[in-house]
């Protein structure tokens, strides 16, 4: 077995693992300890993320001589996996329906490896991480409460580290801690995954970024590349890590921490446009040996202004969700893995995408940032993966976000700027700019001040003012809160954020963007044309001709729990849809004719849909607040 202990086998003989010896000596609760540092569930814990309904921190010792665990196969990924299934046989003497089986890594989970606390006398053993994924007992089966006996199923991903399996009673709320499973590990645990594509600073330049357990002192990273087919050169890699102290608090920085490996970036430039390359990610060892990722393939960018075929998807508020059903897959992020399936099976007809916030709402359990990673790999490895920052990536009060909330469990934005690239300026400040062919992206950050006067504004208008029209003329807005217009949460239906619409709105239409997208709220809506609250545009399917007013579209159903709208009917709101999970999809045919569709994530269904048509002069024409001063004069 790989020379791995069974837990339950080491209790019949009278003795502990050593990892739970420490552990074993005392069981005292310790909630004061917890409380100081606001980690008791409903005080500073955000109840949207699975993990957090977990009182890890008031888990007692109560081991039970015939309670077991075994986990099979202990040595994973023997032909270059990055994941596999394992089943976990459970046996248990005194079954309840509460009894819950979780999933930790690193294996070694208790007081031990916990950090050095501010009060020595503070050091009773104690559970100091939240297990990564987790399941009921009787999941597998109705009759775990009369036999005692269960066979579950969990789907493990290379995460840099070993695994054990645990048995607690007591429910979520009060676990008591009854049995430890054999190790489980990764025949490769440090090699290079889940690549992840973006637009560089320039059109024709790729960045490749990928997590690993290699640190520059191991290994020097890199990327092999080049036109599929053909000879390949390579482009080293920068490496980017962080630890505890860089998150600004619970649980992000206490029971939620794992260590997240270390992040690679390459920067693959000269990139001939609408060229088919092949890459693959390595590590070159210090004794000359090589780690290699599989292949994988892209399609570079067109150049800008290019004339020809070119599909965007755009949505938020996606998250993740566990293929094994854990983590209470159908309540928390329920369209999650619809969202991902569908794209990935349309993926042959998607150049670019961008997920506007809200990105795995790991809110703190850093563990979760992988499995997203993981989930997304077939998208992200394929075409740019784009992000913007969201709530859930940002805001912690006292760290300068615009919102006073911790919605993002301590992390600050520091997982979204590490673990994905953006081409902005500072990725601290996620702001940013990129082309795609004929289109031109201004990609907010709505978690900053973007009034009139500050930073983020001027970035604005500098962005939307430097679209050339003539070579892209779909201009694009996005943001993750709903800084336009939205019905779903505002009493009288006219806003999204606060201040939002009346510091951005004459921008938008001094220079005539066609469209905004938002997530934020869990649903699709679409507005007309609109300026200063009112629709400027008759059509609701078909527009054509000036550009008098922007098209205002929510696309935050990408995967978590779907939002209800305001009650009152609203003349500018064109077309919603609450009842089910989907994305938007920009098709741009040529300078003059776009369209946009708003598919169903359960199987691609477009449930609206619109098209723009119009010359260029349309876009140069004058419109209220929207003009260039004249004069008669000749």
């Known amino acids: 077995m790989d020379g791995a202990p069974e837990a339950n086998a080491d209790l019949r003989a009278g003795s502990l693992p050593p990892f739970l010896l420490i552990f074993a000596r005392n069981i005292a609760p310790i909630d004061r300890r917890w409380k100081q540092h606001g980690l008791v569930h409903g005080d500073g814990i955000d109840d949207v993320q699975p993990l957090s309904k977990i009182a890890i921190h008031r888990a007692l010792f109560a081991f039970h001589a015939n309670a077991s665990l075994r986990a099979d196969p202990v040595l994973l990924g023997t032909k270059g996996e ?6 976990v046989e459970l046996d248990c003497p005194d079954p309840s329906e509460d009894d819950w089986v979780a999933v930790f890594s690193p294996a070694k989970f208790n007081s031990s490896t916990c950090p050095p606390g501010d009060d020595p006398k503070q050091q009773a053993p104690h559970i100091c991480s939240a297990p990564i994924k987790f399941k009921f007992a009787n999941d597998s089966n109705g009759e775990y409460t009369r036999t005692g006996k269960a066979s579950l199923k969990f789907r493990l991903i290379n995460q840099r580290a070993d695994f054990s399996i645990a048995l607690f009673s007591g429910g979520l709320s009060n676990p008591k801690l009854l049995a430890v499973s054999n190790t489980v590990t990764f025949a490769n645990p440090k090699a290079p995954l889940y690549p992840r594509l973006s637009q560089g600073k320039a059109w024709n330049e790729m960045a490749v970024t990928w997590t690993s357990g290699y640190n520059i002192i191991d290994a020097v990273p890199f990327v092999e590349w080049g036109f599929k087919g053909e000879s390949q050169t390579q482009s080293p890699a920068g490496t980017l890590t962080f630890h505890r102290n860089a998150m600004c608090g619970p649980p992000a920085r206490t029971i939620g921490w794992r260590d997240p490996g270390y992040i690679h970036t390459s920067f693959l430039k000269d990139l001939w446009p609408n060229s088919l390359y092949a890459y693959k990610l ?3 060892l210090f004794n000359g040996s090589y780690i290699w990722s599989k292949s994988y393939y892209f399609k570079s960018s067109p150049y800008p ?6 599909r965007v998807v755009i949505f938020g508020d996606m998250g993740k969700a566990e293929r094994d059903g854990s983590n209470e897959y159908t309540n928390f992020q329920p369209g999650s893995l619809n969202t991902t399936d569908q794209l990935i099976k349309d993926l042959d007809n998607i150049d670019i995408l961008f997920h506007i916030g809200d990105i795995t709402y790991a809110n703190g359990y850093i563990s979760q940032w992988d499995q997203f990673t993981s989930q997304v790999e077939p998208i992200a490895s394929t075409i740019p993966y784009m992000i913007a920052s969201g709530n859930h990536e940002r805001d912690v009060p006292g760290t300068g976000s615009f919102f006073e909330t911790n919605d993002s469990g301590g992390e600050c934005g520091v997982l979204a700027e590490t673990m994905f690239y953006v081409p902005a300026e500072n990725r601290a400040k ?5 082309d795609y062919g004929m289109f031109h992206f201004c990609i907010a950050d709505s978690e900053h001040d973007w009034r009139e006067g500050s930073e983020q504004y001027k970035f604005i208008e ?3 003012a430097s679209a050339d029209r003539q070579k892209q003329p779909w201009l694009i807005f996005a943001a993750h809160r709903v800084l336009g217009y939205s019905s779903a949460y505002w009493k009288d239906g006219s806003y999204g954020e606060s201040m939002g619409r009346d510091s951005l709105q004459k921008l938008w239409q001094k220079y005539k963007v066609d469209i905004a997208f938002y997530g934020h709220v869990h649903n699709y809506e679409r507005t007309c044309p609109i300026y200063q609250n009112r629709c400027v545009n008759t059509e609701k399917s078909h ?4 550009v008098n ?6 696309v935050g159903a990408g995967g978590y729990q779907l939002n209800s709208y305001s009650p009152l009917k609203i003349d500018w709101s064109i077309y919603k849809v609450v009842s089910d999970f989907g994305f938007g999809k920009l098709t741009a045919f040529n300078h003059s004719s776009l369209l946009f569709e708003y598919k169903r994530s359960s199987d691609g269904e477009v449930y609206d849909s619109f098209t723009i048509s119009r010359d260029y002069r349309d876009v140069l024409a004058c419109v209220h607040d929207g003009c260039e001063p004249t004069t008669l004069a000749t």
Request: proline fraction near 0%.
């Open 462 to 464: 500098k962005c939307l």
């Open 430 to 434: 996620f702001w940013y700019s990129t």
């Open 549 to 554: 007013g922007t098209i205002h579209i929510v």
């Open 543 to 546: 527009y054509s001709g000036t």
């Open 282 to 284: 390595g590590h070159r």
């Open 82 to 87: 990055d994941f596999q299934w394992i089943t």
């Open 305 to 310: 202004g290019q004339d020809s075929l070119q």
